[in-house]
């Protein structure tokens, strides 16, 4: 009788362990529900990196009417709502992504936004007025190296292998020259 009511302890101690060890992987830190978003490219993705470069208003769109319909203020958007980016965002049950030269923007864990309006593929596309694909590849690095430190290298690499990359950058690579020869006549 007493054998069997110790096993009966031993039992109910090593279940209580598995209830409890399953209970604590639920809440880990290692498990989430959400995949990060890292987005480059040009007007088509950018939501406000251009609003942070020192430079002319001319590939900005921190004023009206961009941005007016949905955000009720000027976003850095160039269009007047939401961009595929955002709306993929939220399909993804994600924050709006946030632009990677906002001031405060350190959590990565949700992604973030590195597109630059009038950006092309090329450094030699609008120098010095955007950020070119070289450029917001180099800020994605800086990015994964924040992330390895944050937490550390194996979540960090779960992190960046299993999030999804929008990359759209090119087509101002084809008009530059022509805009360029315009600006000469």
Not at 114 to 122: K, P, R, Y
Not at 127 to 156: M, N, Y
């Amino acid at each position: 009788m007493a054998t069997s009511r110790f096993q009966i302890y031993i039992l109910a101690f090593y279940a209580s362990l598995l209830v409890l060890k399953c209970s604590c992987l639920g809440n880990s830190v290692h498990q989430r529900k959400h995949a990060a978003l890292f987005i480059f490219g040009d007007a088509l993705f950018d939501n406000g990196n251009n609003n942070y470069l020192n430079t002319t208003t001319k590939y900005q769109s921190n004023f009206w009417p961009y941005g007016e319909t949905f955000f009720n203020h000027s976003t850095g958007r160039f269009s007047d709502g939401r961009l595929i980016s955002d709306f993929i965002a939220e399909y993804a049950k994600l924050p709006l992504i946030p632009p990677y030269l906002q001031p405060g923007s350190k959590d990565y864990t949700y992604g973030i936004n590195f597109a630059s309006s009038a950006a092309g593929a090329l450094a030699d596309t609008h120098p010095g007025f955007v950020i070119d694909l070289t450029t917001q590849l180099s800020f994605f690095k800086k990015v994964e190296k924040h992330l390895r430190h944050k937490l550390g290298d194996d979540d960090a690499h779960t992190l960046l292998s299993e999030a999804v990359y929008l990359i759209s950058i090119g087509g101002n690579d084809y008009f530059a020259p022509f805009v360029k020869k315009l600006q000469f006549l």
